[in-house]
């Protein structure tokens, strides 16, 4: 099939944005109210209007309002502007979650220019080579010194910062701007922000969204969960703000909704529960091993939980136990969120957690969803899909369909209600022996276990078999410790998998390592493993466990 002529957008430093879905179908979304058609900023700039003292954000320093924070937007979009940055080009924002991180990425908005946030953290590979890639103008950081040497990346002209430039392109955004600022109209359709997702790739993929999908699309899913009516909603986002899943902070609760938005610096879970009685959130949103964590704590004296609706899961499957202990703990729904940065997004908020809902009918408000014939694999499109990947013409063409559609990689089916249940990576397999073993199937039999709190699976080499399994696992505070010997017979009795599929290896862990994006980290657990077996060496037969 040839594929459809797509618009295309050239930031000032030559990178291409190109939009994969038929311009038809971005309109058509738009005529039936998906898409509000109108750019972050200005949906920004009217919840501004009609509520100026509703509180935009609570963060560590307290809360600032609608008033407060657009004063704040608009005098880092002057002070940007000063420096020549505009609607055409790529300015990259790494601060810390709360104010100053939402205030950045609206001011970047405001600006027509499309914002890359990406959390902060140890390490300046993966900074380096998403700033070398998109060829961003500019970068906005909380100190100038957590900030890339720009001699690696001669398309980076200013560091912006909050305090003193340390830095020989360092610009202080703290100081007065010489004329304020006045936004223009920008092209809903154009892109806005750029996702980043570690996914399977080498380097980390950045995916272009528009500002119709963003506050059209992605907006939509939080309506959904709120019943429609999102006005009210105040949301706390554990996750960081500049990963895919914390993209429903600024862009989504603050400017698409205008709603209140409740973050931390970093996920602790005392401090989050603390933020439960003190500034009652309806909503919670959290990758499973952080609700988790919230739900294990015991109840503090005074807490108070009648502000709270619902605890929201995504960015990995959640676990039936986890579910269950969130809800005994919380007494609220827990919805689980089938997305991704990719563009696909399905959850449960009409059907519940049952085994035989799966994650829920999918949402054409968002993205319809369909099941490829043979490969299984879930496909999907809609008001939410982004535009292309950015400086990466293989992945789009190993990922989006002709017409649009995103291959998202994982295999799924539709049932008789023409609700998605979601069956694992198609990719994300351990080979042992020559044969396939899926570590989703065996992380979700292991979750049911009364002394796994937390499970993940991975391959570990081997010399003789290529690979073997390892389950990796955290047991619930007062248990006594597992053995390899109950996982792999419960595996096999009581949850009826095959005797290839047991893992041959045990790593027990006081904490699951947790990446950037508060996912758990595979590739330390498989470091840590394979590390554990070639100290105490691979077994040919039976077993392994390791502390």
Same mark, same amino acid.
């Given at each position: 099939m040839t594929r459809v002529p797509a618009s295309v957008w050239t930031s000032s430093a030559g990178v291409e944005i190109r939009d994969l879905v038929p311009a038809t179908l971005r309109r058509s979304w738009v005529a039936r109210g998906h898409c509000p058609d109108r750019d972050l900023y200005s949906l920004f700039a009217a919840h501004v209007r009609a509520h100026p003292t509703r509180t935009a954000v609570v963060d560590t320093e307290?809360?600032?309002?609608?008033?407060?924070?657009d004063a704040d937007v608009r005098h880092l979009a002057a002070r940007l502007a000063e420096h020549g940055l505009g609607a055409r080009d790529v300015i990259a924002v790494r601060v810390p979650n709360g104010r100053r991180a939402v205030a950045a990425e609206l001011a970047v908005a405001a600006l027509g220019a499309v914002a890359?946030?990406?959390?902060?953290?140890h390490g300046s590979r993966g900074p380096a080579s998403l700033l070398a890639r998109s060829r961003a103008r500019a970068v906005i950081v909380e100190d100038a010194r957590d900030a890339v040497p720009e001699a690696r990346l001669p398309h980076l002209e200013a560091v912006f910062s909050w305090g003193e430039p340390h830095h020989p392109a360092g610009v202080c955004l703290t100081a007065p701007a010489r004329r304020p600022f006045r936004p223009r109209p920008v092209d809903a359709e154009a892109p806005a922000r750029i996702l980043v997702s570690s996914g399977s790739e080498a380097e980390p993929k950045m995916v272009?969204?528009?500002?119709?999908?963003?506050?059209?699309?992605?907006?939509?899913?939080l309506r959904a969960l709120a019943g429609g009516d999102a006005d009210g909603m105040r949301n706390l986002v554990l996750v960081p703000l500049a990963s895919s899943f914390g993209s429903l902070g600024t862009s989504v609760t603050v400017a698409a909704l205008g709603a209140t938005l409740l973050v931390q610096d970093a996920f602790d879970p005392r401090e989050a529960l603390r933020m439960l009685t003190a500034h009652r959130p309806t909503h919670v949103f959290g990758v499973p091993t952080m609700l988790r964590r919230l739900a294990? #704590? *015991?109840?503090?004296?005074?807490?108070?939980? %009648?502000?709270?609706?619902?605890?929201?899961?995504?960015?990995a499957a959640l676990p039936g136990a986890t579910a269950e202990l969130c809800a005994r703990r919380?007494? #609220? *729904?827990?919805?689980?969120?089938?997305?991704? %940065?990719?563009?696909?997004?399905?959850?449960?908020?009409a059907t519940g957690l049952a085994p035989d809902t799966g994650t829920g009918l999918p949402d054409p408000a968002v993205a319809d969803i369909r099941v490829a014939p043979g490969t299984g694999e879930i496909h999907a499109r809609g008001p939410m899909t982004p535009l292309c990947y950015v400086a990466a013409p293989d992945l789009d063409a190993r990922y989006r369909t002709p017409d649009g559609w995103v291959r998202t990689g994982d295999r799924g089916r539709l049932d008789a209600h023409g609700r998605l249940h979601v069956l694992g990576r198609?990719?994300?397999?351990?080979?042992?022996?020559?044969?396939?073993?899926s570590p989703a199937e065996v992380e979700q039999a292991l979750a049911a276990h009364p002394s796994v709190a937390e499970a993940a699976c991975v391959g570990v080499p081997d010399d003789e078999l290529g690979e073997r399994l390892c389950a990796c696992v955290r047991e619930p505070p007062g248990v006594p410790a597992v053995t390899l010997g109950d996982l792999t017979g419960f595996l096999e009795t009581a949850c009826g998998l095959e005797r290839r599929k047991l893992p041959e290896l045990l790593l027990r862990v006081p904490e699951m390592p947790l990446g950037p994006t508060g996912k758990i980290c595979r590739p330390t657990l498989a470091r840590l493993a394979a590390t554990g077996a070639a100290r105490s060496?691979?077994?040919h037969t039976g077993g392994h466990e390791h502390p």
């Open positions: 307290g809360s600032v309002d609608y008033a407060r924070l890359l946030p990406y959390p902060p953290g272009a969204y528009s500002h119709n999908a963003m506050a059209g699309g992605r907006a939509n899913y294990e #704590r *015991p109840p503090a004296p005074g807490e108070d939980l %009648s502000g709270l609706r619902a605890l929201v899961s995504s960015g919380f007494g #609220r *729904p827990v919805v689980t969120v089938y997305g991704s %940065s990719d563009g696909v997004n399905c959850h449960t908020a198609l990719k994300q397999i351990v080979v042992r022996g020559g044969y396939n073993i060496g691979v077994p």
